[in-house]
């Protein structure tokens, strides 16, 4: 038993409880809070997978800005104040099986020899140890996959802009009936 | 000249689509002068062909113009391609000739009528299928001109077309004219498949080499046309349109029903008088039906009141000539009498129709009476005409029929006496409507007799030029003296070569006695005399007579009277029936299936349609789930595959 | 030792956590939340292959899920505040103007 396995099981345990606790609590300050839990505890193992950066921006991007936003939304609309609505039951039932269907089927192959040239310990910069997972990530970032790059900044752009003119007060522009 | 015979029927064509695309804004005047003047331009370059033919060699009389090539599909070559012969060019000039002046008698009768630029339209375009079925150099063109005459014939008849009679009668033109048409089609089709051409002159050519005489084939093929022909011709069995088609406008009746269009079945024979040279089972049917028809309907003519219907039943008669005429192989004879037929007749329908305009409508002789001191032109002009068709020298009726009378004697007595008889009774018939309307007593009622007047010039001119016709017109076919018979020498080239076979076939030697022919001529004149003593004792001198006649004969008299039943038993026959299955296909077909099939269609899919709505929540929920199912569905097929 | 199963099974089950979610919850925040957890369960997976498989490419990938990811997120509760002003509360089954 390495250090890595303990560290994997302890993050993925958190990850996992705090994932469950995203779906199933009532409270959305709640939901909010154990989601940033999650998406700390996800970064970690992205750490443990030795994607540095990733995690890095990871937690940016995600704990900090993302989940920021739907923090500021739920104060915004005053959720917390608001009656709850309950599940249907009906639909619960059969949901659930659906969803443990789901996970079955992903998992099966799993379980079987599913071997993707899997050298367990040899992780992927143990020769270039020298240089870092930023600047790996960067090289390929920026030569190979610029186009994508660029159409992502302007993907942004047209979601700001999405943004803004779906939550202008004056009439005329309501995104649903 | 000849190069132009295809000005011939498009004038006409041409007055059509001015009068009736253009002409809404026209004057009567205008309308009516334009459909003359266009008729009138083809008459004028018909008689310029004519001249021109007569000063080519008699051989070579006959010159085809191709001017467009209409259809070509493999062996098949159909133009448009006109004939220029004797036989056509003399129907061209009888077709615009009369139809010009029945054109102008139609600017006055019409006057008033609320459809006058239809039926100056109409009016143009039969005259354009008339002269496109006589100058057709193959059988589909022709066709196409017969069809067109059949088409135009049923708009002119339902000219009043609010009057459920007169629409009534063009339906019944149309399709007792379509049964003869599917016997040409036939006939047509048997042509094509034996000589693979329309072409007249290729079928007439190869005829004698490809149908034996007497064969099957050829027999076939002639009595599948005959039959078209007797549709368009009004003969035994398909000739009880006729009649009814008097609802349309007398000048109508003028036209089409007595001088042009009813005679196109005679025009069709005598073109393929090779054709039926070759088969003499055909030329004996054609025969005997022409002679019982033109026997049948002058018994018709004996008894009716109504005028037009008299001169119906005459022109059926006397198409019967022209096809015994044919069929004992004088075919140059029964062009003759079409051709002198069409002068007279057209006068006698329109001097009726004179008569009718100063009666205001009224049509029954028997409301009529000593009408020639107020109608003097009306009556000296249908005098004329009733000559000419007794047969009384020297009008033109009497050497056509004469000539058909004598070939019908040289052929067989009994054609003679059926022809002989016809005679009687034709000159009877034709009399006693002559006495009934101008002499007598007048039995018109105050009313009508306050307005009694003569026609104005613009219909009585055209009386007097087809009066003069009909005294003059028959001086071209004056027989036994040598070169007298202008007419018959100059048509007759076009019959030889069926004359040929005929005489190769059968030995009949051409004894043309003298002292036989001038025998007959006598006998001829005798009999139409007789025919107008009788008449003229039975409805001047002694009035009361005729009543005492149906009194005797009262069975027999019925029968006729009632056209011998002929339209109801016809009815009994086919009409019935088709008219019931014709219902039944309606209520248990048309509405039941189809439309159940078609509603039904509909109803499935709002069926569908509503099972399928409660799909649509609204709920984004649950199509999320549908999205969950269907992932999982090809998960699981990829996994377990 | 860990494998690369131990991961894939672990995103496997966020993922389905994350479909749950979905499924289940009313608030329409809260839905908006387990897509992003469903994002984050494939950004596991392909961060876990690119160490396995000893190729940078998953680690790309999961650069641009963010990108979309973040856009997505910035729209979808720009929609869901304009619904809650429209309807004052954001419970999606009240949002079922298009149903038959």
Redesign the interface.
Known sequence: MNMESVFFYIIGAITLASAFCVVFLHRPIHNVLFMILTMIGLAGLFILLQAEFIAMVQLIVYAGAVMVLFLFVIMLLNLDDLRLPQDSRIVRRWVGVAGALLLLLLVAPLLGAFVPRLRSGTLMLDKAREVSNTEVVARELFTTYLLPFEIASVLLLSAIIGAVVLVRKRSGKTASG | MSDLVWLIPVFPLIGFLINGLIGRRFSEKAIGWIGTASVGASFAVALLIFLELIGMAPASRSVQKVVYTWMLSGDMNVPIGFLVDPLSIVMMMVVSGVGCIIHAYSIGYMHGEYGFRRYFSYLNLFVFNMLLLVSANNFLLMFVGWEGVGLCSYLLIGYYYEKQSASDAGKKAFVVNRVGDFGFLLGMFLIFMTFGTFNYTDVFGAAPDKLTQGSLMATLITLLLFVGATGKSAQIPLFTWLPDAMEGPTPVSALIHAATMVTAGVYMVARCSVLFALAPISLTVVAVIGGATAFFAATIGITQFDIKRVLAYSTISQLGYMFMACGVGAFASGIFHLMTHAFFKALLFMAAGSVMHAMSGELDMRKMGDLRKKLPYTHWTYLFGTLAIAGIFPFAGFFSKDEILYYSFTRNLGFWIVGAVAAVMTSFYMFRSVFMTFYGKSRVDHETAHHLHESPPIMTVPLMILAILSLVGGLVGIPIFEGANRFGDFIAPVFKPAKDIIEHGAHHGGHHSLTAELTLMGVSLAIAIVGLLFARRMYISDPAAPDRFIRKFPGLYSLVYHKYWIDELYDKLFVNSIVEFSRFLWKAFDDAVIDGIVNGAATVVRAWGSAL??I??????DY??SF??G??AV??YL?LR | MVTLQHYLFLSAALFTLGVMGVMFRRNLIVILMSLELMLNAVNLTFIALARYMESVEGQIIVLFVMVVAAAEVAVGLAIAVTIFRQKGSIDVDEVDLMRW
């Open positions: 709505r409660w649509q929540t609204g709920l984004v929920k999320a789930l969950l199912v992932v999982l998960i699981g996994v």
